[in-house]
């Protein structure tokens, strides 16, 4: 192996200038992979981010996925029954007997969980009215699973638990209203009850639906207003890792019942989107090594046809046909590998500088900053897939070279 | 069998629209320790007939015994390794790696049949370099060095596994009469004293007239009549 690689060092030293345009188009290529792949994946994870902070990892519904089983069906598994026209009890919708799914569900490691009472309820302020989703929360476990404290712009949460009558609002409805800190609104809930309520939070999220529509107060206040004492009917869950939020919807549904929804069962559709960006932005920045693949190629291709005669010494000295292919895949290897060094620290700090970018998207108040994702999984892609594209460029030259046939070249020469 | 280098019947035939026969039913035995030239005028198929000797060519009829073994059966890289381990090759040409050095050269053959360690091998290298008295080129690279230097360094490289069989390819052809000279008292030395068998394709007489024995070839076939004009 020592003098394959001695030969195959001297072959491409002895030709400095190809080897560095070879060289070149590999480090450009693995900067580039690493650049824009790590900027896909870091909007990607960006995204994702977004998408798990602003809605709860598992929402816990008071449905059922499907219909219950009926006793009878239960008693006799399998056997011919046919129920029809069955009809729900009339009950106070809501999950039942919450408090002990709220401690199975505490009782589990990495999570955090949130009771709350979602209802329609009608904002009235100076004879207009507007239709809003009214939240009952308890503001300490609220703040654990939602972000909705870091984007209060006056007031807090906590203000709520100071103040039974208080209530929390987005900017969109106190713009519309032209509500502030400390005004009073009447909110009318469904079932006509009535209840002035005093402003004492507003948020931004961004998302102006959300800021137009979402109100919050305290649990037990709405409880009162929606006639449901001691019911709620979300369980919002936030977890440590996100990613397992699947298994542990499932495992909490196995238990509890009901409907247990993960962010990703909500946005299968988005991460989908997600999967098929990814292809394509592997197959562009692939082309790019591709390319240089081609540089390697052609360089191994003219030190083949430079050195036939060295390769038909090297055969007549008794080098097999396998040390001659080895010498110019070793050849492509150290291209690779030595492109691939100095492509992933020009790509390092081509991030850098990437992410060092601020700029503000016409519209946007905030200044964005490029999502720059510095997984150790990109640098090994980078790598691996520069490895291939070389050990496959040199394949080709390499098979050609183990060919060479001694006497053809020798009788040539004399 | 006491030969070291047999060929039985041995014959060479290029394929092709018309075929052509490089050489036909050659039957020889060369002993060990003998100073072999083949002779015959250009295109008798004398290097042909060194490559199927040498196992770099295989032949399309006959075979070839080399050291008691029939080499017919074996395949590329079972040729590969006797020639690694038992032949010599010395070219017209001195076929020396441009990019290493002299040393590096001599030290190619050892190296690739990893029996010693680097330090042996560079001694060994440089005993052989001195015996062909060019040790002090050592360190230079090829084209540093004059014609009969530079053949004196490609001698030194086939001896470096101590083969049983040195192969020349008219190794005096692009050399004046005084190196000349010099590579033939080599080879005439490498078989009387230190037991080689020397095999020698070429048509200069002066040089045919040191060997034990002289071949005739004419049209690809052995001729005991031919002697050279």
């Given at each position: 192996?020592?003098?394959?690689?001695?030969?195959?060092?001297?072959?491409?030293?002895?030709?400095?200038?190809?080897?560095?345009?070879?060289?070149?188009?590999?480090?450009?290529?693995?900067?580039?992979?690493?650049?824009?792949?790590?900027?896909?994946?870091?909007?990607?994870?960006?995204?994702?981010?977004?998408?798990?902070?602003?809605?709860?990892?598992?929402?816990?519904?008071?449905?059922?996925?499907?219909?219950?089983?009926?006793?009878?069906?239960?008693?006799?598994?399998?056997?011919?029954?046919?129920?029809?026209?069955?009809?729900?009890?009339?009950?106070?919708?809501?999950?039942?007997?919450?408090?002990?799914?709220?401690?199975?569900?505490?009782?589990?490691?990495?999570?955090?969980?949130?009771?709350?009472?979602?209802?329609?309820?009608?904002?009235?302020?100076?004879?207009?009215?507007?239709?809003?989703?009214?939240?009952?929360?308890?503001?300490?476990?609220?703040?654990?699973?939602?972000?909705?404290?870091?984007?209060?712009?006056?007031?807090?949460?906590?203000?709520?638990?100071?103040?039974?009558?208080?209530?929390?609002?987005?900017?969109?409805?106190?713009?519309?209203?032209?509500?502030?800190?400390?005004?009073?609104?009447?909110?009318?809930?469904?079932?006509?009850?009535?209840?002035?309520?005093?402003?004492?939070?507003?948020?931004?999220?961004?998302?102006?639906?959300?800021?137009?529509?979402?109100?919050?107060?305290?649990?037990?206040?709405?409880?009162?207003?929606?006639?449901?004492?001691?019911?709620?009917?979300?369980?919002?869950?936030?977890?440590?890792?996100?990613?397992?939020?699947?298994?542990?919807?499932?495992?909490?549904?196995?238990?509890?019942?009901?409907?247990?929804?993960?962010?990703?069962?909500?946005?299968?559709?988005?991460?989908?989107?997600?999967?098929?960006?990814?292809?394509?932005?592997?197959?562009?920045?692939?082309?790019?090594?591709?390319?240089?693949?081609?540089?390697?190629?052609?360089?191994?291709?003219?030190?083949v046809m430079?050195k036939t005669r060295d390769i038909a010494?090297l055969k007549?000295?008794?080098?097999?046909a396998?040390?001659v292919?080895?010498?110019?895949?070793?050849?492509?290897?150290?291209?690779?590998?030595?492109?691939?060094?100095?492509?992933?620290?020009?790509?390092?700090?081509?991030?850098?500088?990437?992410?060092?970018?601020?700029?503000?998207?016409?519209?946007?108040?905030?200044?964005?900053?490029?999502?720059?994702?510095?997984?150790?999984?990109?640098?090994?892609?980078?790598?691996?897939?520069?490895?291939?594209?070389?050990?496959?460029?040199?394949?080709?030259?390499?098979?050609r070279a183990g060919r060479v046939h001694p006497v053809e070249i020798?009788?040539?020469?004399? | 069998?006491?030969?070291?280098?047999?060929?039985?019947?041995?014959?060479?035939?290029?394929?092709?629209?018309?075929?052509?026969?490089?050489?036909?039913?050659?039957?020889?035995?060369?002993?060990?320790?003998?100073?072999?030239?083949?002779?015959?005028?250009?295109?008798?198929?004398?290097?042909?007939?060194?490559?199927?000797?040498?196992?770099?060519?295989?032949?399309?009829?006959?075979?070839?015994?080399?050291?008691?073994?029939?080499?017919?059966?074996?395949?590329?890289?079972?040729?590969?390794?006797?020639?690694?381990?038992?032949?010599?090759?010395?070219?017209?040409?001195?076929?020396?790696?441009?990019?290493?050095?002299?040393?590096?050269?001599?030290?190619?053959?050892?190296?690739?049949?990893?029996?010693?360690?680097?330090?042996?091998?560079?001694?060994?290298?440089?005993?052989?370099?001195?015996?062909?008295?060019?040790?002090?080129?050592?360190?230079?690279?090829?084209?540093?060095?004059?014609?009969?230097?530079?053949?004196?360094?490609?001698?030194?490289?086939?001896?470096?596994?101590?083969?049983?069989?040195?192969?020349?390819?008219?190794?005096?052809?692009?050399?004046?009469?005084?190196?000349?000279?010099?590579?033939?008292?080599?080879?005439?030395?490498?078989?009387?004293?230190?037991?080689?068998?020397?095999?020698?394709?070429?048509?200069?007489?002066?040089?045919?007239?040191?060997?034990?024995?002289?071949?005739?070839?004419?049209?690809?076939?052995?001729?005991?009549?031919?002697?050279?004009?």
């Amino acid at each position: 192996m020592r003098i394959q690689l001695q030969v195959a060092l001297t072959h491409l030293t002895g030709r400095t200038r190809q080897t560095f345009v070879s060289l070149t188009g590999v480090i450009l290529g693995v900067a580039f992979f690493l650049a824009v792949s790590s900027l896909m994946r870091g909007s990607e994870k960006d995204f994702i981010k977004r998408l798990i902070d602003n809605s709860p990892h598992i929402t816990v519904y008071d449905e059922y996925r499907l219909p219950r089983t009926q006793p009878a069906e239960l008693r006799w598994a399998g056997g011919a029954i046919r129920i029809s026209n069955v009809k729900p009890q009339t009950e106070t919708r809501g999950i039942r007997g919450y408090r002990e799914k709220l401690e199975f569900v505490e009782s589990m490691p990495g999570l955090k969980v949130a009771p709350v009472l979602v209802g329609s309820a009608v904002l009235v302020f100076a004879g207009r009215e507007e239709s809003v989703t009214l939240s009952g929360v308890v503001p300490d476990k609220m703040k654990t699973v939602s972000t909705l404290e870091e984007k209060m712009i006056e007031g807090s949460i906590d203000a709520l638990a100071a103040n039974p009558n208080g209530i929390v609002v987005g900017t969109g409805l106190a713009q519309k209203f032209n509500l502030g800190l400390g005004r009073n609104v009447n909110v009318v809930a469904a079932n006509g009850a009535s209840r002035p309520m005093k402003v004492v939070g507003i948020f931004r999220t961004g998302n102006a639906n959300y800021d137009e529509t979402q109100t919050f107060t305290l649990l037990k206040r709405a409880q009162v207003m929606f006639d449901r004492p001691n019911r709620v009917n979300r369980l919002i869950i936030q977890l440590d890792d996100p990613y397992e939020a699947r298994d542990a919807a499932q495992r909490i549904e196995a238990v509890a019942g009901y409907k247990s929804v993960s962010w990703i069962e909500a946005s299968e559709d988005i991460l989908s989107v997600l999967i098929v960006r990814n292809i394509i932005m592997y197959s562009v920045v692939s082309a790019i090594l591709i390319v240089a693949s081609f540089g390697i190629y052609n360089t191994l291709s003219t030190i083949v046809m430079e050195k036939t005669r060295d390769i038909a010494i090297l055969k007549s000295i008794g080098f097999h046909a396998r040390d001659v292919r080895l010498i110019f895949l070793l050849e492509g290897v150290i291209i690779g590998v030595v492109g691939s060094v100095f492509g992933l620290v020009l790509g390092a700090g081509l991030m850098k500088l990437l992410s060092t970018i601020e700029f503000r998207p016409p519209g946007i108040t905030e200044k964005v900053q490029m999502p720059i994702w510095w997984g150790p999984e990109q640098f090994a892609i980078a790598t691996a897939f520069a490895l291939v594209s070389c050990i496959l460029a040199a394949y080709l030259p390499a098979r050609r070279a183990g060919r060479v046939h001694p006497v053809e070249i020798l009788r040539g020469a004399a | 069998m006491t030969a070291v280098l047999r060929a039985e019947h041995l014959g060479r035939t290029l394929a092709g629209e018309v075929p052509v026969t490089l050489v036909e039913d050659i039957n020889l035995d060369i002993e060990r320790g003998e100073f072999v030239c083949i002779m015959g005028p250009s295109g008798s198929g004398k290097s042909s007939l060194l490559y199927l000797l040498g196992l770099l060519d295989v032949p399309t009829s006959g075979r070839v015994w080399l050291d008691g073994e029939d080499t017919s059966a074996y395949g590329e890289t079972e040729l590969a390794n006797r020639r690694l381990e038992k032949l010599g090759f010395v070219f017209q040409f001195h076929f020396l790696l441009a990019e290493f050095s002299v040393l590096d050269n001599v030290a190619l053959p050892m190296r690739r049949l990893g029996k010693h360690g680097d330090a042996a091998i560079r001694s060994r290298g440089m005993e052989l370099l001195a015996r062909l008295g060019v040790a002090e080129q050592s360190a230079k690279h090829p084209h540093q060095l004059s014609g009969g230097q530079r053949q004196r360094v490609a001698i030194a490289r086939a001896l470096a596994n101590d083969p049983l069989v040195v192969l020349a390819d008219e190794p005096t052809g692009n050399l004046d009469s005084v190196s000349s000279a010099t590579v033939r008292q080599i080879l005439h030395d490498l078989a009387h004293q230190m037991g080689k068998t020397v095999v020698a394709v070429t048509h200069d007489a002066a040089f045919a007239s040191a060997a034990d024995r002289r071949i005739g070839l004419v049209d690809g076939k052995i001729n005991a009549d031919w002697r050279p004009a």
